[in-house]
């Protein structure tokens, strides 16, 4: 099946998201060593961390209403410029030697608070720049063009460009920020969303309006709620991650880099194939496949005694993960109206972010008490369950032709 170009205004939107997402690598472990230089008090730190995490769970479902409202375009750039210059402002601060921890806290804060608006707006606008048959691949070159910027060019170059001047990496992210939010404005205009959303009246009543819809479709609903088990897995398995490679893959600590890299790479193959896997088995039947393949990785990462095996497993189950995002995120663009799907896709973000913080201490409490062993063996065994309820409750739908 040959492949329809996904056209000019993906690749400008591409080519924002690349940049925004390259931006974002330099910044937040730069934020991290700034906190570091500024206080050695580890709540402090921690606090700057919990002020970026805090607003899609307050913001979230706030956000998905006015990107519904809103006119997506221009409130993508708009969000961007916000975020240019509010970056622009800390990289002052810092060449200045002026940046202090409450200013740290409220620019995490805000880039956070814009970055919940801006998410929501860029997931409802997709479906307008491309058919509906090539979302899958579209998502995944999104997600494949965000992990290259992020995993192997941002990442490595934060702590280089920090240590020649502090100011720097916080620069050249206000200056993604304002590349990103032009090339927004690049795009087509689109026309206004219709259908039930277009009728306006309390934000309350938008958002339950959204949460209800999503409710009501019994196949998103079920994907939304598997994701989130999804989500109580993976936050646990990360948060012990570097203890395990360590401890039971005997990693060396020199070698850490290059293990987690591997499933950077994973992720990246992942993204790239997710749209011809749709097109071969359809968006559903999919997701199950992919959901038995990640617990078969995951099951041979709690087995593996060997940085080598534990590296590869954990790389499939970096791709699978990719594909599951990819295909998930197609799959309520491609079904849930133009006009609500700011609140939905809000509220399906929600729901996964409340189980994330659960893995993670669930998994610290038990590291803590059995070792981090257990905790590969719990995850695997979560998604083991987590596959069975898919293939017992999805049901594959007609595979969309012209889907490559």
Known sequence: MTSSPLGRDFRLLWSAAVSSRFGDALRTPALALLAATVTRDPRVIAAVTV???????????????????????????????SRAAVVAALAVAVALDQASIPALLVAAFLLATLGTLFDAASFALLPALVPPAALPRANGRLQAGAAVAGGFLGAPAAGVLFAVAPALPFTLDALTFAVAALLVLSLTPTAPASGPGARRG??????????RWLRGHRTLWRVTLLAAACNLAISGLMAVLVLYALDVLRVPPAGYGLFA???????VAGALGAGRLAAWLGTVAALRVVLAAQTVALTGFALARHPVVGGLALAVFAAGTVVWNSLWASYGQQHVPAGLLGRVSAA?????????????????????????????????????????????????????????
């Open 202 to 211: 309390s934000v309350w009543a938008e958002i339950v309006e959204g949460v």
């Open 51 to 81: 002020a970026g995490q805090l607003p899609p769970l307050l913001f979230g479902l706030l956000g998905g209403v006015y990107a519904d409202r809103w006119d997506r375009r221009r409130t993508m750039a708009l969000v961007d410029g």
């Open 261 to 267: 890299a591997g499933a950077i790479v994973g992720g």
């Open 348 to 404: 399906q973000r929600m729901v996964g972010l409340l189980t994330a913080p659960v893995g993670a201490a669930l998994a610290g409490l038990v590291g803590a008490a059995h070792g981090t062993g257990p905790v590969a063996v719990a995850v695997a065994g979560t998604f083991a369950l987590v596959t069975l309820a898919a293939w017992w409750t999805l049901q594959p739908l007609p595979v969309a032709v012209g889907a490559a």
